[in-house]
Protein backbone atom coordinates (compact mmCIF):
# COMPACT_ATOMS: atom_id res chain seq x y z
CA UNK A 1 0.00 0.00 0.00
CA UNK A 2 3.14 2.13 0.83
CA UNK A 3 4.73 1.99 -2.46
CA UNK A 4 1.39 2.58 -4.47
CA UNK A 5 0.70 5.48 -2.55
CA UNK A 6 4.34 7.07 -2.18
CA UNK A 7 4.54 6.43 -6.10
CA UNK A 8 1.03 7.55 -7.19
CA UNK A 9 0.38 4.05 -8.43
CA UNK A 10 -2.46 3.03 -9.18
CA UNK A 11 -4.78 2.55 -6.23
CA UNK A 12 -8.98 1.88 -5.87
CA UNK A 13 -10.31 1.77 -2.51
CA UNK A 14 -13.57 0.16 -2.52
CA UNK A 15 -15.74 1.74 0.35
CA UNK A 16 -19.36 0.74 2.09
CA UNK A 17 -19.06 3.22 4.55
CA UNK A 18 -17.02 5.82 7.05
CA UNK A 19 -18.52 4.90 10.21
CA UNK A 20 -18.16 0.60 10.66
CA UNK A 21 -19.17 -1.01 13.94
CA UNK A 22 -18.05 -4.70 14.24
CA UNK A 23 -19.77 -6.87 16.69
CA UNK A 24 -17.04 -8.66 18.87
CA UNK A 25 -17.54 -11.68 21.46
CA UNK A 26 -16.07 -10.97 24.89
CA UNK A 27 -13.36 -13.64 23.86
CA UNK A 28 -12.10 -11.78 20.57
CA UNK A 29 -12.26 -8.13 22.48
CA UNK A 30 -10.02 -9.71 25.25
CA UNK A 31 -7.82 -11.66 22.55
CA UNK A 32 -7.65 -8.29 20.59
CA UNK A 33 -3.86 -7.32 19.51
CA UNK A 34 -4.61 -3.53 19.29
CA UNK A 35 -5.38 -1.29 22.51
CA UNK A 36 -7.45 1.36 20.27
CA UNK A 37 -10.25 -1.22 19.91
CA UNK A 38 -9.93 -1.64 24.29
CA UNK A 39 -10.11 1.87 24.00
CA UNK A 40 -13.36 2.29 21.15
CA UNK A 41 -15.48 -0.48 23.69
CA UNK A 42 -15.48 1.75 26.68
CA UNK A 43 -12.52 3.35 28.14
CA UNK A 44 -10.65 -0.15 28.22
CA UNK A 45 -11.04 -0.35 31.73
CA UNK A 46 -14.57 -2.14 31.71
CA UNK A 47 -14.64 -5.97 31.11
CA UNK A 48 -18.15 -6.85 29.13
CA UNK A 49 -20.00 -9.88 31.15
CA UNK A 50 -19.59 -13.17 29.46
CA UNK A 51 -23.17 -13.41 27.10
CA UNK A 52 -22.41 -9.75 25.82
CA UNK A 53 -21.40 -8.40 22.97
CA UNK A 54 -19.45 -5.70 22.30
CA UNK A 55 -19.51 -3.25 18.99
CA UNK A 56 -16.30 -1.22 18.30
CA UNK A 57 -15.91 1.23 16.24
CA UNK A 58 -12.79 0.83 13.70
CA UNK A 59 -10.96 4.35 12.62
CA UNK A 60 -11.78 5.12 9.02
CA UNK A 61 -9.25 4.99 6.92
CA UNK A 62 -6.57 5.27 9.01
CA UNK A 63 -3.80 3.85 6.80
CA UNK A 64 -4.59 6.93 4.34
CA UNK A 65 -3.05 10.17 4.63
CA UNK A 66 -5.22 12.66 5.75
CA UNK A 67 -6.01 14.22 2.51
CA UNK A 68 -7.09 11.61 1.06
CA UNK A 69 -9.35 10.17 3.87
CA UNK A 70 -11.16 13.74 3.32
CA UNK A 71 -11.54 12.79 0.07
CA UNK A 72 -12.90 9.46 0.50
CA UNK A 73 -15.49 11.24 3.06
CA UNK A 74 -16.34 13.68 0.70
CA UNK A 75 -17.03 10.70 -1.93
CA UNK A 76 -19.17 8.71 0.41
CA UNK A 77 -21.26 12.00 1.57
CA UNK A 78 -21.58 12.76 -2.50
CA UNK A 79 -22.22 8.96 -3.30
CA UNK A 80 -25.04 8.61 0.01
CA UNK A 81 -26.69 11.91 -1.62
CA UNK A 82 -26.68 10.23 -4.85
CA UNK A 83 -28.16 7.09 -3.30
CA UNK A 84 -30.72 8.90 -1.83
CA UNK A 85 -32.27 10.35 -5.02
CA UNK A 86 -31.72 7.43 -7.76
CA UNK A 87 -33.42 4.64 -8.02
CA UNK A 88 -31.35 1.50 -7.27
CA UNK A 89 -32.01 0.30 -10.83
CA UNK A 90 -30.78 3.17 -12.29
CA UNK A 91 -27.30 3.32 -10.75
CA UNK A 92 -24.34 1.24 -12.13
CA UNK A 93 -22.52 -1.87 -10.20
CA UNK A 94 -19.72 0.53 -9.11
CA UNK A 95 -20.05 3.76 -8.28
CA UNK A 96 -16.60 5.49 -8.61
CA UNK A 97 -15.20 9.15 -7.28
CA UNK A 98 -15.29 11.34 -10.53
CA UNK A 99 -11.67 12.71 -11.28
CA UNK A 100 -11.42 16.60 -10.26
CA UNK A 101 -8.75 18.90 -11.53
CA UNK A 102 -5.45 18.93 -9.02
CA UNK A 103 -6.83 15.62 -7.17
CA UNK A 104 -4.02 13.11 -7.47
CA UNK A 105 -4.70 10.31 -10.07
CA UNK A 106 -4.19 7.63 -7.10
CA UNK A 107 -5.64 6.73 -4.92
CA UNK A 108 -9.23 6.55 -6.01
CA UNK A 109 -12.54 5.73 -4.09
CA UNK A 110 -15.54 3.09 -5.53
CA UNK A 111 -18.75 1.54 -4.07
CA UNK A 112 -19.52 -1.64 -4.67
CA UNK A 113 -23.48 -1.20 -5.23
CA UNK A 114 -23.96 -4.70 -6.46
CA UNK A 115 -21.21 -7.07 -5.24
CA UNK A 116 -22.36 -10.15 -6.84
CA UNK A 117 -22.32 -8.66 -9.75
CA UNK A 118 -18.14 -7.43 -9.71
CA UNK A 119 -16.37 -10.74 -10.13
CA UNK A 120 -12.58 -10.28 -9.74
CA UNK A 121 -12.11 -10.56 -13.53
CA UNK A 122 -14.75 -7.38 -13.45
CA UNK A 123 -13.36 -5.63 -11.00
CA UNK A 124 -10.00 -5.75 -12.48
CA UNK A 125 -11.25 -4.81 -16.20
CA UNK A 126 -12.84 -1.66 -14.21
CA UNK A 127 -9.28 -1.05 -12.14
CA UNK A 128 -7.59 -1.25 -15.92
CA UNK A 129 -10.07 1.45 -16.88
CA UNK A 130 -10.10 3.75 -14.67
CA UNK A 131 -6.68 3.92 -14.67
CA UNK A 132 -5.83 4.03 -18.29
CA UNK A 133 -4.10 7.28 -17.89
CA UNK A 134 -1.91 6.51 -15.10
CA UNK A 135 1.69 5.91 -15.70
CA UNK A 136 2.95 3.24 -13.74
CA UNK A 137 0.67 -0.42 -14.87
CA UNK A 138 -1.97 -1.30 -12.84
CA UNK A 139 -1.73 -4.61 -10.51
CA UNK A 140 -4.71 -6.25 -9.32
CA UNK A 141 -5.42 -8.20 -5.99
CA UNK A 142 -9.23 -9.42 -5.20
CA UNK A 143 -9.47 -9.93 -1.54
CA UNK A 144 -12.57 -11.32 0.38
CA UNK A 145 -13.30 -8.04 2.01
CA UNK A 146 -15.17 -4.66 0.90
CA UNK A 147 -13.34 -2.96 3.49
Known sequence: MREHL???????????????RVPMLREEWQAAPCRLLRDQAGGGTEQPADDEVVEIGLPFLDWLPKAHRERAARFLAE?????????????P??????????????PRFARRLLPNALTADRLATAVEHLFADAPHSCAVAATGSAR
Open 79 to 91: SDAELARTPMAFL
Open 93 to 106: PLLTEERRDGAPLS
Open 6 to 20: DGERPLLVLLDEARC
